[in-house]
C-alpha cells in the first residue's frame, strides 16, 4: 500500500519545472546581489572599508556572470528567465550594508547547495557542475563579507 506511484516519487526527487521555478529564485538574488554590490561598492565610505569596497566591486562582476549562466540554464530547461530582483536593503551605515550582504549570501549558499543535489536528481549534472562552481564564488564572498564584519564565515549546513 505504501509503494509510491511514479508521479509522487517524481514530486520527492523535484520536477524539471520546480528546478525552473528554484532557478528562478537563484536568478532573482543573482539580481539583488548586483544592485546590492554596484551601490554599496560606491557608498561604503571610510578608511577601514575601502578593502571591502574594492572588493564588492569585484562580487559586482561575479554576480553578473552568475545571473547569465542561471538564465541560460533556465532558457536550455525550456522556462523564461525572470525579470525581477528580490528587495536590496538600502542603508548609510557600513555595518547595515556589510550584514545584509553576508546574510543574503548565506541564503544563496543554503540554496545552491540545494540545487545542486535537485540538479543531479534529474541526471542535469552539467548544470550542477555550473552551479557548483558559482557555489565556490558565492562562498568566497561570504568569507569576505564575515572577515569584513570581523566574524567566523557562519555554519549554514543546518
Ligand atoms: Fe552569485
Ligand atoms: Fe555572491
Known sequence: MSKSTPAQESKTAGTREQLIEHLNQDLSREYQA???????????????????????????AQELQHAL??????????????????????????????????????ETVREYRKRVRECEALGEYGIAEDIREILRQEQEHQTDLATALGEDVPDVSR
Open 34 to 60: 548586483i544592485i546590492a554590490y554596484v551601490v554599496y561598492s560606491k557608498v561604503l565610505k571610510g578608511a577601514q572599508y575601502m578593502t571591502i569596497a574594492k572588493e564588492l566591486e569585484k562580487h559586482a
Open 69 to 106: 549562466k542561471i538564465s541560460k540554464h533556465i532558457d536550455y530547461l525550456g522556462g523564461m528567465p525572470n525579470a525581477t530582483p528580490k528587495p536590496v536593503v538600502l542603508s548609510e551605515k557600513a555595518e547595515k550594508m556589510l550584514r545584509a550582504d553576508l546574510d543574503n549570501e548565506n
